[in-house]
T-cell receptor, first 111, second 114 residues
Framework: AQRVTQPEKLLSVFKGAPVELKCNYS??????LFWYVQYSRQRLQLLLR??SRESIKGFTADLNKGETSFHLKKPFAQEEDSAMYYC?????????????FGTGTRLAVRP | DTGVSQDPRHKITKRGQNVTFRCDPI?????LYWYRQTLGQGPEFLTY????????KSRLLSDRFSAERPKGSFSTLEIQRTEQGDSAMYLC????????????FGDGTRLSIL
């Protein structure tokens, strides 16, 4: 069974502080991991995916298969980063690439 | 292209009524997905289509739920005899279905059961 765990419902930091949003997963095969973000009054949108190995808006995430984690990091938080962040998993080769989401972490960046 | 479009944005109905939602995917996206999101939870997979074929359904999709994608373009999700527990945000997503392309989401339809 696929499972994604985001242990923090809310993460509050000051502007300029480092940010780490935690994500752990459970999957028996070879997973593909994503971070989706939802800004206020906007639709869910892809932030980054582990196979791209990109840095988007200063965020990075590294897949750690040993710890089954895919934590999202940013060295210096900005107020515009305040949003809801969802970690998601798709089983490679599984039918349809359906996504399994975590419960989300709300990031609040204070001025 | 305006992305994935869902209609209506909000639906309020009485318990026991039937409701139908529509999703228009991004043009030429072969795969279309339905998810449901309740308060405090992440989206949960309901079902998906590859063109017009419905290839997988979640256990969450009771027999009161039916989804169609008759011409491989737009899709409808119908809920019959609605119950209080059906109150949720219903999200639609689409992807090209080729290679490893991510899913693009619509704004969702928020269903409220009185």
């Amino acid at each position: 069974a696929q499972r994604v765990t985001q242990p923090e419902k809310l993460l509050s930091v000051f502007k300029g502080a480092p940010v780490e949003l935690k994500c752990n997963y459970s999957y028996s095969g070879s997973p593909e991991l994503f971070w989706y973000v939802q800004y206020s009054r906007q639709r869910l949108q892809l932030l980054l995916r582990h196979i791209s190995r990109e840095s988007i808006k200063g965020f990075t995430a590294d897949l750690n298969k040993g710890e089954t984690s895919f934590h999202l990091k940013k060295p210096f938080a900005q107020e515009e980063d305040s949003a809801m962040y969802y970690c998601a998993l798709s089983g490679r080769g599984s039918s349809g690439d359906k996504l399994t989401f975590g419960t989300g972490t709300r990031l609040a960046v204070r001025p | 292209d305006t992305g994935v479009s869902q209609d209506p944005r909000h639906k309020i109905t009485k318990r026991g009524q039937n409701v139908t939602f529509r999703c228009d995917p991004i043009s030429e996206h072969n795969r279309l997905y339905w998810y449901r999101q309740t308060l405090g939870q992440g989206p949960e997979f309901l079902t998906y289509f590859q063109n017009e074929a419905q290839l997988e359904k979640s256990r969450l999709l009771s027999d009161r739920f039916s989804a169609e994608r008759p011409k491989g373009s737009f899709s409808t999700l119908e809920i019959q005899r609605t119950e209080q527990g059906d109150s949720a945000m219903y999200l639609c997503a689409s992807s090209p279905g080729t290679g490893e392309q991510p899913q693009h989401f619509g704004d969702g339809t928020r269903l409220s059961i009185l």
